[in-house]
């Protein structure tokens, strides 16, 4: 099942233009997103070179099978082609929207498929990889954001870290996860809730 | 209303952990909770980073689909403004950070300066650079040493990787204005003996800088300042700096 409306899909776009961004920043893909929703197919592709290693990455990291991740992927960048004239700034960045649209659609899946055993005990790794198998070398950013997010996971309690662990990287409902740890689901929203406040403090996300 | 259930909501809304029952309750909560909204997009925010650092290139073919199931996709219209709605209009959930400087005409300069640069070397001196750059990346990171500072860098935000047994140290600033046209930033040592170049800072994605600084020594500051894009041998601009 697959919610269409809510705080990221939906509802009027804002009329407020100001706002900042550098190169490749919040603010361009703002503006290739609204060139994107007047049909302009450049715009288009421009967007997904920023954001599709984002998506598919993520897709891939919850689904661990990266055909699966490829169709996610397309039906993430089909579905922002689609609906982008109703993305609402004031309520997030681009990125987040475009990435919410992608953490859901590869959970909805794994919640469908409901967990084969191996691709559980794939997922069960929590550290972004150290070592990326890609043959060229890897962006100085992508290199750095892996290695801030590991140190900022490692700065996390065991339980913190496996309840975002269990939520974000395996696609656990915080439900399952409570029944898994055998603790109160008011435990797992505990837990869950201060250690993302601890990651987005720690990866300074709204200062 | 506040403590740990609803804002438990908010975090499990935001990492799509919820039941579809929560989730619709959470929903209505968060059309009346401002804070929450505010929650919610800062944990949206904090997912973007966590889903940064799993970034990999999907293979060609996979825009192709894209393209192809695009151009027979019908695009929706924005939605007409519900009357009567509240709008709320004081609303904005936009990171502070994004209206922190006129960007805006700034970023096509600073795209045409990095076509500009790319272009005065051959490609296979820029993949040799390139792979010099990573490997002494990894060679920092891995160093037993190495030490992570999140700092202010003026109105900037810094991270510094930095280690002394491999004298160097990998700052990234996210927030610093673009530089203008002919301009760069430029890193500096600062200690007892005085103030030494410490390298450049180069554009990268997402609007933010980074480079490497090498020949660290024990600094007490390491700082940036706005120069020539050849740079200067000392600072002759403002200098921002962060406590070694």
């Not at chain 1, 681009?94 to 967990?115: G, K, M």
């Not at chain 1, 990287?169 to 201060?194: E, F, H, I, N, S």
């Not at chain 2, 700052?171 to 450049?200: I, K």
Request: hydrophobic letters at 40%; charged letters at 30%.
């Amino acid at each position: 099942m697959r919610r269409t409306v809510g705080w990221d899909a939906g509802e009027a776009s804002s009329p407020e233009e100001a706002g900042g961004g550098g190169p490749g920043g919040v603010d361009s893909l703002a503006r290739l997103l609204r060139r994107t929703a007047a049909g302009d197919l450049a715009a288009f592709e421009e967007l997904y070179r920023e954001l599709s290693g984002t998506v598919f990455g993520i897709a891939r990291r919850v689904l661990v099978d990266e055909a699966q991740a490829e169709e996610v992927c397309q039906e993430v960048f089909l579905e922002v082609w689609r609906t982008c004239a109703r993305f609402d700034r004031s309520r997030g960045t681009v990125p987040a929207w475009v990435l919410t649209i992608a953490h859901r659609r590869a959970v909805d899946r794994v919640r469908s498929e409901q967990a084969a055993s191996d691709r559980l005990a794939a997922a069960g790794r929590l550290e972004p990889e150290a070592t990326p198998r890609d043959a060229v070398p890897d962006q100085v950013e992508h290199r750095l954001e892996r290695e801030r997010v590991r140190r900022c996971l490692g700065g996390l309690t065991e339980t913190q870290r496996e309840a975002v662990r269990l939520t974000y990287y395996t696609g656990y409902t915080q439900r399952q996860a409570a029944d898994l740890l055998r603790v109160p689901l008011t435990t797992v929203k505990g837990r869950l809730r201060d250690g993302l406040i601890r990651l987005r403090d720690c990866l300074g996300v709204g200062v | 209303m506040s403590g740990a259930g609803v804002h438990g909501l908010t975090a499990g809304y935001a990492v799509n952990a919820l039941d579809p029952e929560e989730a619709e309750a959470a929903e209505r909560h968060l059309a009346e909770c401002e804070d929450c909204r505010r929650d919610l997009a800062d944990f949206r925010e904090t997912a973007v980073r966590l889903a940064e650092a799993e970034t990999r290139e999907p293979r060609p073919e996979v825009w192709e689909g894209i393209r192809g199931a695009a151009l027979r996709t019908r695009q929706l219209p924005p939605l007409a403004e519900e009357p009567g709605r509240a709008r709320g209009g004081a609303v904005r959930l936009l990171p502070e950070r994004t209206r922190w400087l006129p960007w805006l005409v700034a970023a096509a300069c600073a795209l045409v300066a990095v076509v500009l640069a790319g272009s005065l070397v051959s490609v296979n001196q820029r993949m040799d650079e390139e792979a010099r750059h990573a490997a002494e990346m990894e060679a920092l990171l891995a160093a037993p040493d190495t030490n992570m500072v999140e700092a202010p860098l003026g109105d900037a935000r810094a991270t510094v990787f930095a280690s002394y047994e491999e004298d160097a140290a990998m700052l990234v600033v996210e927030g610093l204005p673009t530089a203008p046209p002919g301009m760069a930033y430029q890193m500096w040592w600062a200690d007892e003996g005085g103030v030494r170049p410490a390298g450049m800072l180069k554009p990268s994605s997402n609007g933010r800088y980074s480079g490497m600084a090498e020949n660290m020594g024990k600094p007490d500051e390491l700082r940036v300042s706005l120069e020539p894009e050849e740079g200067s041998p000392e600072p002759t601009g403002e200098e921002m700096s962060v406590d070694m």
